[in-house]
């Protein structure tokens, strides 16, 4: 292994922090994708690897490895992996603090491994996969591919396009769509995790890969909002919530958007974990089941969603600040107020 320079460093909280580590020399032996690519059918090799390290253990004074991102060319990759490092370091930070999740253990311990590729069509892809020059016990690993990404047209491509194969590599899984894609965690992870960077204070145009702050807020409000909106204002059944098509998909992750407005991280989080199959349309029970594990909450709704009927998972509780007008199962309906609503 090479040695590794230009550490670059930046706090997260008062006792957390990440850190990106470039190497300054090509890897001794190329580092060859698991992923095999047409005509000839044989893996690319990636001389170049960054890595991102973070804090994960709290019995350990050292941080632990989370991402190693392998680049074809110096030259052309020399400040795109390591930004491309931090952004999803920084999405990281979100699952692990906020939704109490972190990758797969038996996945390469943890890490997930990003390959930044030239050739292919603009976009990426998520794969869990076997790796043959992996060490150790298990060769089972977590992989990201992005295809030429310097030549997206718009950073705000960019961030979208890694936003949403991280949420296949770390968000559970649900699916069944004919269309747009089988799993849903995708599309749903490109919206959850653009919907909370666009409320972050710290954010600038070198944190979000090159895009305007500005650019992904008016994304959220244009893209997100409207699902969001959508997702409140339906009960959350199997006639409104099933089906496979594109609609149908657009229709869960409204659902889930709106959750993650009003729950605790851990709780919409945990929702999607103890779903009792990959089918969404278990959705609305398994919230109902997770929100029992908590004890008071206190949200405000959107100002877009103000007096208009919305849906909630909290028909088992006592909630104060709204009377209730409707009820199916343990889902409640109210008119949201401006004021503040409490759960207990």
């Not at 979208?160 to 649900?174: D, K, Q, T, W």
Request: aromatic share 12%; net charge neutral; with cysteine.
């Amino acid at each position: 292994m090479t040695t590794l320079a230009a550490l670059l460093c930046f706090a997260l909280t008062h006792d957390e922090f990440v850190e990106v580590r470039q190497s300054s020399q090509p890897l001794d032996v190329a580092k060859r994708s698991p992923l095999k690519f047409p005509p000839q059918n044989k893996p690319y090799e990636f001389e170049w690897l960054t890595e991102g390290y973070a804090h994960a253990w709290k019995s350990s004074a050292d941080p632990q490895l989370r991402f190693r991102v392998f680049s074809q060319d110096r030259k052309v990759h020399d400040e795109l992996a390591p930004s491309t490092t931090q952004f999803l370091l920084k999405l990281w930070t979100y699952n692990f603090n906020d939704l109490k999740v972190d990758h797969k253990p038996d996945y390469n311990r943890s890490c997930v491994d990003v390959y930044l590729c030239f050739a292919g069509e603009a976009g990426g892809e998520q794969l869990f996969d076997s790796d043959p020059q992996a060490k150790g016990i298990s060769n089972k690993v977590n992989t990201i591919y992005i295809y030429d990404l310097p030549s997206f047209k718009e950073p705000l491509e960019k961030v979208r396009e890694i936003c949403h194969e991280y949420g296949h590599a770390s968000l559970p899984a649900v699916g069944g769509y004919d269309k747009p894609e089988y799993w849903a965690n995708g599309y749903l992870g490109e919206k959850v995790f653009m919907t909370w960077l666009s409320k972050q204070s710290d954010l600038s145009t070198d944190s979000l890969l090159g895009c305007d702050p500005a650019t992904l807020k008016s994304y959220v409000k244009k893209v997100c909002d409207p699902l969001i909106s959508k997702g409140a204002q339906n009960l959350p059944n199997a006639t409104w919530i099933g089906g496979k098509t594109p609609e149908s998909m657009n229709h869960y992750i409204g659902l889930m958007l709106w959750m993650q407005q009003i729950l605790p991280g851990h709780i919409f989080a945990q929702s999607m974990k103890i779903m009792r199959t990959f089918n969404p349309k278990d959705a609305p029970e398994s919230l109902v089941e997770a929100c029992d594990g908590i004890e008071t909450l206190r949200f405000t709704v959107p100002d877009y969603l103000v007096g208009k009927k919305i849906w909630l998972p909290f028909g088992k509780r006592r909630i104060i600040g709204a009377p209730i007008i409707g009820k199916s199962g343990n889902w409640v309906a109210i008119t949201a107020p401006k004021s503040p609503i409490s759960v207990n």
